[in-house]
């Protein structure tokens, strides 16, 4: 059975920076792509970044360059998110999907599974 859990989400003021996990469990980890997505209250959920089986990865968000990094430690089946110099307009629930294509897509239905997902708040 695959299991996603996000974790490390929070409140956090203007300008300050959080990393995001995703721990996933009920397959080969290493084999797949995995992606964080987020969803502000009333809009769609959008693609953010993507970390392919060998770490090649695509950013789609232009307002995220050089402030996320996208990061997984396949021996501990671990996927990061590394946030810095965050924006209120960051503020989101943040979802980790994954694609047993081993493919990066900035399309949500390219995902077989996706954890509950962590809440970001930054506040200004």
């Known amino acids: 059975q695959v299991q996603v859990v996000e974790s490390g989400g929070g409140l956090v003021q203007a300008g300050g920076s959080l990393r995001l996990s995703c721990t996933a469990s009920?397959?080969?980890?290493?084999?797949?792509?995995m992606a964080w997505f987020r969803q502000a209250p009333g809009k769609e959920r959008e693609g953010v970044s993507c970390?392919?089986?060998?770490?090649?990865?695509?950013d789609y968000l232009d307002s995220m360059k050089g402030r996320f990094t996208i990061s997984r430690d396949n021996a501990k089946n671990t996927l990061y998110l590394q946030m810095n110099s965050l924006r209120p307009e960051d503020t989101a629930m943040y979802y980790c999907?994954?694609?047993?294509?081993?493919?990066?897509?900035?399309?949500?239905?390219?995902?077989?599974?996706w954890g509950q997902g962590t809440q970001v708040t930054v506040s200004s």
């Open positions: 009920g397959f080969t980890f290493e084999s797949y792509a």
């Open positions: 999907g994954l694609n047993d294509a081993d493919y990066c897509s900035s399309l949500q239905r390219r995902y077989n599974y």
């Open positions: 970390v392919t089986s060998s770490g090649v990865t695509g």
